[in-house]
């Protein structure tokens, strides 16, 4: 078969043999050899992590690596399919290609799209016609644990409140969100409680998780996005915990408390100031 002529074809073909290579029993790669899809399931979520991150920093370079290794799980996976028979990576491009076809009737088709909320519509029309099952008695429900099912927990608690307001099962005002955070935080408080008396942390568990439920409940109502606010403050506290480090030369060993939050708001102080920003509390 000739060498593709297009750049990108002719690239994606070399990714596939690379993989194929690795994956060849007589000399191939021991590591790539034992993968499995159930194995790769961490590095698929890493992968798809650490673009959305590069996403989030701007920075091309490292969006382009991160793409490139996100990539390489896709071509992976299908290798490993492809070895068992099951399907290769030209269904899944083809599949792709024709989902994105049929979604697009506006497009691709003689119908119409006035606007992003109605190819929205469409696209969800012609998905729950895609996916119709038997009749069931709680619909919603079904579908939502479908979609949720390989989300990360935050993502899928995000996508479960939506559609519950959605459908109406939602508070009347704010206040309503509020007093359900601090219930939460109440029944964890006594959850912790318990726990530290029986050894039983499996209800605390349960409480932290309906904490943070709420709390992404709250983040709906404000049109703020929560694991991006995560995401954030992962960054900020490494960026003054790396200052608090680096004041007491990587020893933290036998520091007071105190001494430690002292640090923490110097390196705080210093960072705001550094970006121009007025200090906070």
């Known amino acids: 078969m000739p060498a593709p002529t297009d750049p990108t074809l002719a690239a994606l073909a070399d990714l596939q043999a690379v993989v194929a290579r690795l994956r060849d029993p007589q000399g191939g790669c021991p590591w790539d050899l034992e993968q499995t899809h159930a194995s790769l399931v961490p590095y698929v979520l890493e992968e798809a992590h650490e673009v959305a991150d590069a ?125 359900k955070v601090h219930e939460e935080l109440k029944e964890l408080q006594e959850a912790v409680a318990e726990a530290m008396v029986s050894g039983d942390r499996t209800h605390a568990q349960e409480e932290l998780g309906d904490v943070l439920f709420t709390l992404v409940n709250v983040a709906r109502w404000c049109g703020i996005d929560p694991e991006a606010g995560l995401a954030g403050t992962n960054r900020r506290f490494l960026a003054r915990f790396s200052r608090v480090e680096a004041a007491l030369d990587g020893q933290l060993s036998g520091r007071s408390i105190g001494e430690l939050e002292q640090l923490w708001q110097q390196a705080k102080a210093q960072i705001r100031a550094e970006r121009g920003q007025q200090p906070d509390s």
Do not use: Y
């Open 55 to 179: 996403i989030r920093h701007g920075d091309d370079g490292h969006l382009a690596e991160e793409l490139g290794d996100l990539l390489l799980q896709v071509v992976l996976h299908a290798q490993i399919a492809s070895e068992e028979g099951r399907f290769d990576l030209a269904q899944v491009a083809r599949g792709i290609s024709d989902k994105l076809v049929r979604r697009h009737p506006h497009v691709f088709g003689d119908a119409e799209a006035a606007d992003s909320a109605a190819v929205k519509q469409t696209w969800e029309a012609i998905k729950a016609t895609e996916k119709a099952s038997p009749a069931s008695a709680s619909p919603l429900s079904d579908r939502l644990a479908g979609k949720v099912r390989g989300q990360p927990a935050l993502a899928g608690a995000m996508t479960i409140s939506r559609k519950a307001a959605a459908a109406g099962f939602e508070w009347e005002a704010m206040d309503g969100v509020w007093a």
